[in-house]
């Protein structure tokens, strides 16, 4: 594998991986600390593209300032081990000056969605993301772009900032990988206490609980949420920042889970902020 810090050298590296035959390029843009959710993206890059590049870059930018920043996990060792494993060409890890170099002031905002559910949580945070991403895409140039689904609001804001500035990358959103008992992967997941651990759970069986009502034939979103409420009354210590059923692609509110929607939930653990999500398929 080869590792670049610099943007010409990433681009040189992936100009010349695509010669003298054309291939396609898959990335997966990371943020390290990598776990099993993150092989599973870096998989289904193998598995569609010739070409496959990752990135593992902090952005400081989508972090507030009474985030966590300065203790986000780095293992950038064990990181280049995973994407050895995984059979990743080039890796492109540049430093904070390299991305933002002095008086660069250009910040990308998708309007609405950008302010909606962990963008509301979160002022700002998606400008980061939307900023980092675009240039990211820009350096790279990938054919297609690997985001897994535990992100769903940051792929809602990702497709509309790709479709209104016709960027030529086609996003691939992949499942959520979990962990037996149902905890969704994430980097912050090593932030928890063992019984933080336990009191996390109740993310997936809120949203399981969602589910089966939608299975058996419940489709009015306000039962569904009052279900997941319950099911976090049972659990005083982990506060709820949002619950909400959403169309997948606007953020916005829905009645009914018919069409297909999003079911979202963030809550803090402890000091650690979790997100999880499903789609419920609806009605034909």
């Known amino acids: 594998m080869q590792i670049t810090h610099t943007i010409p050298e990433m681009r040189a590296a992936v100009h010349a991986l695509r010669q003298p ?30 070409i496959v590049a990752a990135s593992i870059f902090v952005n400081p930018t989508q ?13 950038f060792d064990d990181d280049c081990r995973m994407l050895e494993e995984e059979r990743v060409d080039v890796l492109y890890a540049p430093n904070a000056e390299e991305m933002y170099p002095a008086g660069a002031s250009t910040v990308i ?21 939307a900023t980092v991403v675009a240039k990211l895409f820009n350096i790279v140039q990938p ?9 769903a609001v940051q792929g809602a804001v990702l497709r509309r900032m790709v479709r209104d500035l016709d960027m030529p990358v086609e996003l691939a959103i992949c499942p959520i990988v979990r962990e037996a008992d149902g905890l969704a992967l994430s980097s912050r997941n090593r932030y928890l206490s063992p019984d933080e651990r336990r009191q996390a759970l109740v993310l997936s069986r809120a949203l399981q609980a969602a589910e089966s009502l939608a299975e058996h034939g419940d489709h009015n979103a306000t039962p569904l949420l009052e279900a997941m409420r319950q099911i976090f009354a049972a659990e005083p210590a982990v506060k709820v920042d949002y619950l909400a059923i959403v169309d997948s692609d606007t953020l916005l509110p829905v009645e009914s889970t018919q069409a297909g929607v999003l079911v979202a939930v963030a809550a803090h653990v402890g000091s650690t902020r979790l997100i999880d999500n499903l789609l419920i398929a609806g009605k034909s």
């Open 63 to 75: 972090f507030g300032p009474k985030e966590d920043f300065s203790r986000y996990p780095r293992t």
């Open 109 to 129: 905002r998708v309007e609405g969605i950008s302010d909606r559910l962990d963008g509301a949580s979160r002022p700002g945070h998606f400008y980061g993301v």
């Open 143 to 151: 054919d297609v772009a690997f985001f897994g689904q535990k992100d």
């Open 21 to 50: 035959t054309p291939r396609t390029v898959g990335f997966v843009p990371t943020m390290g600390a990598l776990h099993e959710g993150h092989r599973s993206l870096l998989r289904a890059a193998r598995k569609r593209c010739g």
